[in-house]
Structures are given as C-alpha cells and as structure tokens.
T-cell receptor, first 116, second 111 residues
Framework: GAVVSQHPSRVICKSGTSVKIECRSL??????MFWYRQFPKQSLMLMAT?????????EQGVEKDKFLINHASLTLSTLTVTSAHPEDSSFYIC????????????FGPGTRLLVL | QQPVQSPQAVILREGEDAVINCSSS?????VHWYRQKHGEAPVFLMI?????EQKGHEKISASFNEKKQQSSLYLTASQLSYSGTYFC????????????FGTGTSLTVIP
C-alpha cells in the first residue's frame, strides 16, 4: 500500500513555457501533499504544503505565482511551473501523508525537469 | 528549520559499521529516516516517536534523544545495498503541518 504516482517522469521544455506535474495517491486518501525540489547532490527542499480544498502554504522564498499548486481532491495535487527558465531545471518530488499525526511521507518517483 | 546531518559523506567496506547523526536547533517530536538511491525518490526506513526510543530494521537501527534534539542512525555489517543518501526528516515543531529534511549523508559501501 501507500503508492504515490507522479507524471511525467521527465520533461524537457523551452524557456518561457509552463509545465504541469501531477501527483496522485493511488491507494489512500492523502490529507496533505508536499512538493519538494532537489538539486544535484543536495537535500530535498520543501517548496509548499497543500491540503485538499485549501490554498497551499508556500515556504519562504518560493514564488507562489510561479509555482502554482492545486489540490483538488484527496488523491490529486498538481504543480505548475509557469514561465519556466533554465534555473528552474531540477528534480521535483511530491509526497503524500495519510490522515493522522505521524506525517510519514510516501514519495512519488519524481519528475526531472530540464528547461532549455 | 532544516536539521543538520553528520557526516556529510562516508565510505565503508562491506561488513563495516556506520553512524549517521541528525541534529536540530528546534524541538523534535518525531524523527523519520529515509534512504535515497541516485535518481530515485526517497524510501521510508523508520520513524521514532518519542524521546529515547530505539527502533531496528534488520541491521539498521536508530535512536532518538529528545532532550538533545538529536537522532542517530546505526548501520551494522553494511551491505552493498546500503549505499545511497540518508536523510532524517521531521515535521515542523510549530505547525506540525510542514515537513523538513536534513542536509543528507552520502553513504558508499565498497566491496
């Protein structure tokens, strides 16, 4: 159990375009989903936390107008990178946690974004 | 908010032991440990919920010292499959809703 899918796994786009990444919890309802960004050889940096039906909570320094997060249902969250630039190239990973207090993270396989 | 891990990197020969430390400047109510292989998402190893708790998973165990705001991961008789980057993680002390990962420790096991 506790499977999270993420799509696409890899995307290459031109500078200035927008890219949407989907994160789905396949066999459980995720009250909270998290979006992380990871640069090579670095840790996972939390970008935002989203709860179903409410606005996402963004971490300091993360532009909410650039990284649009929608958490429309208990099993789906989307991250849209708007007007992507080469510096947005990174590994984006979502995770979901089950209802309850443990906050154990179940990760999607990640999306590698390359902006040319 | 980000916990600090030490060492940053370690190289072991098969069969050797290692300790990875995770230290936070803020109160820890729970500590999670994850392992990430190159190019893959992190995989959950274990969670420690209260001070002094120790948990084990085969030859990988961990301890949690709530007073010192620290946790340690112990890998004994390391295997090649243990190679990867290990992260501790913890929910935000203030809101409990966010989750922060430590700085990471790269572990390489060689034959």
């Amino acid at each position: 159990g506790a499977v999270v899918s993420q799509h696409p796994s890899r995307v290459i786009c031109k500078s200035g375009t927008s890219v949407k990444i989907e994160c789905r919890s396949l066999d459980f309802q995720a009250t909270t989903m998290f979006w992380y960004r990871q640069f090579p050889k670095q840790s996972l940096m939390l970008m935002a936390t989203s709860n179903e039906g409410s606005k996402a909570t963004y971490e300091q320094g993360v532009e909410k107008d650039k990284f649009l997060i929608n958490h429309a249902s208990l099993t789906l969250s989307t991250l849209t990178v708007t007007s992507a630039h080469p510096e947005d190239s990174s590994f984006y990973i979502c995770s979901a946690s089950m209802p309850g207090g443990l906050k154990t993270q179940y990760f999607g396989p990640g999306t590698r974004l390359l902006v040319l | 908010q980000q916990p600090v891990q030490s060492p940053q990197a370690v190289i072991l020969r098969e069969g050797e032991d290692a300790v990875i430390n995770c230290s936070s400047s803020k109160a820890l109510y729970s500590v999670h440990w994850y392992r990430q292989k190159h190019g893959e998402a992190p995989v959950f190893l274990m969670i420690l919920l209260k001070g002094g708790e120790q948990k084990g998973h085969e030859k990988i165990s961990a301890s949690f010292n709530e007073k010192k705001q620290q946790s340690s991961l112990y890998l004994t008789a390391s295997q090649l499959s243990y190679s990867g980057t290990y992260f501790c993680g913890t929910p935000s002390a203030s809101t409990g809703n966010q989750f922060y990962f430590g700085t990471g420790t790269s572990l390489t096991v060689i034959p």
